[in-house]
């Protein structure tokens, strides 16, 4: 059965410097990977994906996202954090099989940036 | 589109009354997934239809949980008895069976004294 960690229950960082959220599944197969922030009060909301092809996936509010199959990690990413960005944030997996299949979420991670 | 919409947005309940949560899905897509949240327990899958049918109901709690889909455009997330431990905010979320890209509403905290 598929899986998803996310080791840091908080990422806290500074108004300006870069941000990593980190991210390791585990799939059997191709894995498709999945990034979703959560701001208070609201519902889960896409930011990117990772289906196939470039190992470095380009999202919604400056975030990208980078796939590396032998660290079967997917650490979400941000050049100059903002303090807007501070949120809850999920990563979510499910196997690479032809029609549908559930999505796994990770137990998610509170970014808090400091202005 | 108005997106995924959830009533009521917030639920406050004494011990044993019925829940009844709603959702109204995104036009057009076919897949649709009720969810709780909870500090305990973070983000847990209750159950997803597809074509309004059920598909797997293997997250519901137990048996005072059930779920309807009678159109494309509702479902129902029903808790009778509540209790206390059912005190958590539910999600229901649509997506479209071509796409992986699930599309949440805003959530009902339901509260059970």
């Known amino acids: 059965a598929q899986s998803v960690a996310q080791p840091e229950d908080q990422v806290n960082v500074a108004e300006g410097n870069p941000l990593t959220v980190k991210c390791t599944y585990s799939v059997s197969g191709n894995p498709y990977l999945f990034w979703y922030v959560q701001y208070p009060n609201r519902g889960l909301q896409f930011l990117l994906k990772y289906i196939t092809g470039d190992n470095l996936v380009k999202g919604s509010y400056g975030f990208e996202a980078e796939f590396n199959k032998s660290q079967t990690s997917f650490h979400l990413k941000k050049p100059s954090a903002l303090v807007s960005d501070s949120a809850l944030y999920f990563c979510a997996v499910r196997e690479g099989k032809t029609g549908f299949q559930k999505l796994v979420f990770g137990t998610g991670t509170r970014l808090l940036v400091s202005p | 589109d108005a997106g995924v919409i959830q009533s009521p947005r917030h639920e406050v309940t004494e011990m044993g009354q019925e829940v009844t949560l709603r959702c109204k899905p995104i036009?057009?897509?076919?897949?649709l997934f009720w969810y709780r949240q909870t500090m305990m327990r973070g983000l847990e899958l209750l159950i997803y239809f597809n074509n309004n049918v059920p598909i797997d109901d293997s997250g519901m709690p137990e048996d005072r949980f059930s779920a309807k889909m009678p159109n494309a455009s509702f479902s129902t997330l029903k808790i009778q008895p509540s209790e206390p431990r059912d005190s958590a905010v539910y999600f229901c979320a649509s997506t479209a069976g071509t796409t992986d890209t699930q599309y949440f509403g805003p959530g009902t905290r339901l509260t059970v004294l």
């Open positions: 036009s057009g897509h076919d897949y």
